[in-house]
C-alpha cells in the first residue's frame, strides 16, 4: 500500500470515527437539521394512533371586544371569548374530537389564535403562530380540529403577544368515562390578575415594563410593582402591579358563589390563568386532598393550601362543612387577594380581606407530590439532555432562554431538538433573580423519577429543575415561561423532532 492510499484509509477510518461521534450527539451541531412538519405524515400517523370515540364536540369561540361585569360595580372594556371571562367552559369525553371554529372579531387588524393549554394533541392544531399555522386574521375564521388525548383539567387561550392578559381565556375539562375518584359535584375555579381596561392595557403594561427600572423613576411607575417578595418563590414574586384578582371572573366584594350540602364531597378545578401572579389557595375552614396536577393524577396528599403558578392546574377533594366559606386566593408575595364563596347554609359572608389561617398552614407545591402508579414514567435511560437555562433580568427586561431572546421572525433558527422516541431530559438552571413557570406544549413531562406529571412547573430563582418525558408526539414545540410579559419579550425556546 503506498503512502497516498494508507492516508485514504486512515482519514476514511477517522471519518467513519467523527461520524460516530456526530451521531451520538447530533442535533444542536448540525447547523440545519430537517424538522419534522407540523402537517407533515409524523404528526398525522400520531393522530390516528390516538383513541377516538368518534364523537365531535363542535363549538363556536368569538374573540371580540366585551364590556366586563367583573361584579360590585366594577366594569372592564376588554377582548372575550362570547363577551364573558372566563369563557363558557368546553367539556367532553377523552377521545372525542373537539371541533372548535375560532372567528377573530378583535379589533384594528389583530391577528389571533387558540392554544389548548396542556393537550397533547396533533401539533398542527396547537395555536402557536407561525410555528404551527399561520396567525388567524381580524375578519377571518378557523376551526380546530384534534382528538383529546388525555382526562384532566386544562383551558385554553391565544397564543399571540399578551392577549392572554386580557380576557380570553376559558375551562377546557377532558372527562374521564371511567372516572375513579368518588364525587357528588364539581366546580371549575380559574384565578385571573387583572389589568385591562381598568388601569390600562397589558401593551401598556410591558412598554412600561420594557422601559426597565433604570428608565423609571419610582413615582412615575405606574404597572411595575417593586418590592413584591415571598419567601415560598425565594424572593421577587411578580412584577406587575394589578388592580383585581379574580375568581371565575368576579371581584372579592360581590364573588362567585358555589352552592352545596354539608358533607358533600366536592372536586375542585383549579386553574391560574395569570399573567404574572402565583397564588396561594386555601378554602376558610377546609383541608384540601390534591388528586391532580395539571390533569394528571397524582398520590392523593392532605394540603391546607396551594401555590399555583401561572398555567398550572390542581385537582382537590373537599368534603363541604356547614356555613359560608371563603375560598381565597392571595397573590403570593403582592399583598391582594381574590375570593369566592362556598355556602352551604345561609349566614352572612366573610369580609372581601378575609385571610383564613389555612394560607399559613401545609401549603403544598409540585415538588412534594408524587405520580399516580398508573401515569408514572417507566424508568429507562435517558437518550438526550438539554440545559435549558433561565437568563435576564429586570433592568433590561431581557427574559430569555439561554441568553438568547426567541426570534419570532426566525422561528426555527436554533431549536432544541429531539427525536421520536427517545426519552428527554431537559435541565432548567434558573440564573435569574425571579421564578419562572415553565411550560411545555404537547407533553407532559414528569418531575425527577417519581415526581408528578406536568406541563408548567415553577422554577425557583438560582434554582434547578430536572424534568423527564417521552418523546411521543412529534413536531414543533414551545417550551417558555407562562409570564405573558417574560414570554412575550422572548423567554421561549422551540423543542422540535427532527426528521
Ligand atoms: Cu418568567
Known amino acids: 500500500m503506498n503512502s497516498i492510499n494508507r492516508r485514504s484509509v486512515l482519514l476514511a477510518g477517522l471519518g467513519v470515527a467523527g461520524a460516530g461521534t456526530l451521531a451520538a450527539c447530533s442535533g444542536d451541531s448540525s447547523p440545519t437539521p430537517v424538522l419534522v412538519d407540523p402537517s407533515g405524515s409524523a404528526v398525522a400517523a400520531t393522530e390516528k394512533k390516538r383513541r377516538s370515540t368518534g364523537r365531535t364536540r363542535n363549538v363556536t369561540l368569538t374573540a371580540a371586544p366585551a364590556v366586563l361585569d367583573l361584579g360590585g360595580g366594577v366594569t372592564a372594556r376588554s377582548w372575550a371569548y362570547g363577551g364573558q371571562a372566563p369563557g363558557k367552559e368546553i367539556r367532553l369525553s377523552v377521545g372525542d374530537t373537539l371541533a372548535a371554529e375560532l372567528s377573530n372579531q378583535l379589533p384594528n387588524r389583530t391577528t389571533t389564535s387558540i392554544h389548548w393549554h396542556g393537550l397533547a394533541m396533533r401539533n398542527d392544531m396547537d395555536g402557536v403562530p407561525p410555528v404551527t399555522q399561520q396567525s388567524v386574521r381580524a375578519g377571518a375564521k378557523f376551526t380546530y380540529r384534534f382528538v383529546t388525548d388525555a382526562p384532566g383539567t386544562y383551558f385554553f387561550h391565544p397564543h399571540v403577544g399578551l392577549q392572554l392578559d386580557r380576557g380570553l381565556y376559558a375551562p377546557l375539562i377532558v372527562e374521564d368515562p371511567e372516572e375513579p375518584l368518588a364525587y357528588d359535584d364539581e366546580w371549575v375555579v380559574v384565578l385571573d390578575d387583572w389589568v385591562d381596561g381598568v388601569t390600562g392595557t397589558p401593551d401598556e403594561v410591558l412598554a412600561e415594563l420594557r422601559q426597565g427600572m433604570g428608565g423609571m423613576d419610582g413615582m412615575s411607575m405606574k404597572f411595575m410593582l417593586m418590592g413584591a417578595e415571598s419567601e415560598l418563590l425565594c424572593g421577587d414574586?411578580?412584577?406587575?402591579?394589578?388592580?383585581?384578582?379574580?375568581?371565575?371572573?368576579?371581584?372579592?366584594t360581590d364573588p362567585a358563589v358555589h352552592?352545596?350540602?354539608?358533607?358533600?364531597?366536592?372536586?375542585?378545578?383549579?386553574?391560574?390563568?395569570?399573567?404574572?401572579?402565583?397564588?396561594?389557595?386555601?378554602?376558610?375552614?377546609?383541608?384540601?386532598?390534591?388528586?391532580?396536577?395539571?390533569?394528571?393524577?397524582?398520590?392523593?396528599?392532605?394540603?391546607?393550601?396551594?401555590?399555583?403558578?401561572?398555567?398550572?392546574?390542581?385537582?382537590?377533594?373537599?368534603?363541604?362543612?356547614?356555613?359560608?366559606?371563603?375560598?381565597?386566593?392571595?397573590?403570593?408575595?403582592?399583598?391582594?387577594?381574590?375570593?369566592?364563596?362556598?355556602?352551604?347554609?345561609?349566614?352572612?359572608?366573610?369580609?372581601?380581606?378575609v385571610r383564613p389561617k389555612e394560607l399559613d398552614g401545609r401549603i403544598l407545591t409540585a415538588s412534594r407530590l408524587r405520580a399516580a402508579d398508573d401515569v408514572r414514567l417507566p424508568s429507562r435511560k435517558v437518550d438526550r439532555v438539554h440545559r435549558v437555562e433561565l437568563t435576564g433580568g429586570m433592568d433590561k427586561y431581557d427574559w430569555a432562554i439561554n441568553g438568547k431572546p426567541y426570534d419570532m421572525a426566525d422561528p426555527t433558527a436554533s431549536p432544541l431538538t429531539i427525536e421520536e422516541g427517545q426519552r428527554v431530559r431537559l435541565d432548567f438552571v434558573n440564573g435569574t433573580e425571579m421564578w419562572h413557570p415553565m411550560h411545555l406544549h404537547g407533553h407532559t413531562y414528569q418531575l425527577g423519577n417519581t415526581g408528578p406529571r406536568k406541563d408548567t412547573s415553577i422554577v425557583l430563582p438560582r434554582g434547578k429543575l430536572s424534568v423527564v418525558f417521552d418523546a411521543d408526539n412529534p413536531g414543533r414545540w414551545m417550551l417558555h415561561c407562562h409570564n405573558a410579559y417574560h414570554a412575550e419579550v422572548g423567554m421561549m425556546a422551540l423543542v422540535a423532532y427532527r426528521n
Open 259 to 353: 352552592r352545596g350540602k354539608p358533607g358533600q364531597r366536592v372536586r375542585l378545578r383549579l386553574v391560574n390563568a395569570g399573567g404574572d401572579t402565583a397564588y396561594r389557595v386555601a378554602l376558610g375552614g377546609h383541608r384540601m386532598t390534591v388528586t391532580h396536577t395539571d390533569g394528571f393524577p397524582v398520590e392523593h396528599q392532605q394540603v391546607d393550601a396551594l401555590l399555583i403558578g401561572m398555567g398550572e392546574r390542581y385537582d382537590v377533594l373537599v368534603t363541604l362543612g356547614d356555613g359560608v366559606f371563603p375560598l381565597v386566593a392571595l397573590a403570593e408575595g403582592k399583598d391582594a387577594t381574590g375570593m369566592a364563596l362556598v355556602r352551604t347554609a345561609s349566614g352572612g359572608a366573610p369580609r372581601a380581606t
Open 237 to 252: 414574586a411578580g412584577d406587575v402591579r394589578y388592580p383585581y384578582h379574580l375568581v371565575n371572573g368576579r371581584v372579592p
